[in-house]
């Protein structure tokens, strides 16, 4: 159980690094060349929304079943983790749910605005700042191990 679910969180997360990055420069570019929203653009940025979402459900299974999530708290303590054990304990779920929340916000936001840059502006604030986030807590080297 523990090894599918985190095998699969794993790759998921190429997958969610390339969708999330491709809806905030989508957007940041036709922001700053004053494109029309079209289609595309709404497929783009929902598909990070999905994918995202995905992410997190798998993300709180591994939390339960990972010797690396919720164990590593129970077993050490808050005080007693070192700073890798609290990156991927802590501050990695916290992180991740905060950025998924964002990327929720702003795409829920974007709708309701009526022109395009109003949009674009929107997905590139909320999805730069998650993917910013999201980025900077990353395990990077569990997952190249
Ligand atoms: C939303 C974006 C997220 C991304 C892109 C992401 C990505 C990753 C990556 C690349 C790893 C390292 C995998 C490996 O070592 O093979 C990892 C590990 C982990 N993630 Fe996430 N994650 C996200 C959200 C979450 C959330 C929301 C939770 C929990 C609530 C979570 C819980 C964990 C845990 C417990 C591990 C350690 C797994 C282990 O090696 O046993 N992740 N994540």
Redesign the pocket.
């Known amino acids: 159980m ?1 090894e599918t679910v ?2 699969l ?2 790759y998921w ?1 190429y997958l ?2 390339l969708i999330l990055t491709l809806a905030t420069f989508n957007a940041l570019i036709k922001l700053l060349g004053k494109k029309e929203f079209k289609n595309n653009d709404l497929r783009i940025s929902l598909f990070a929304v999905i994918v ?1 979402h995905v ?2 459900l798998i ?2 299974v ?2 339960f079943v ?4 919720l164990e590593s708290i129970k077993t050490n303590g808050m005080g007693g983790l070192t700073s890798f054990a609290r990156q ?2 802590v501050e ?2 916290f992180v ?2 905060l ?2 929340i964002l990327i929720t916000i702003g795409f829920s936001k974007h709708k309701k605005k009526l022109t395009a840059a109003k949009k674009f502006k929107t997905i590139t604030i909320y999805y730069f700042i998650a993917w910013l986030l ?1 980025l900077s807590r ?2 990077w080297s ?2 190249f ?1």
């Open positions: 523990y985190q095998i969180h794993s997360a969610v690094l995202s992410q997190l993300g709180l591994l939390y990972s010797p690396l999530g991927v304990a990695h779920p991740g749910i950025g998924v999201i990353i395990p569990t997952w191990d």
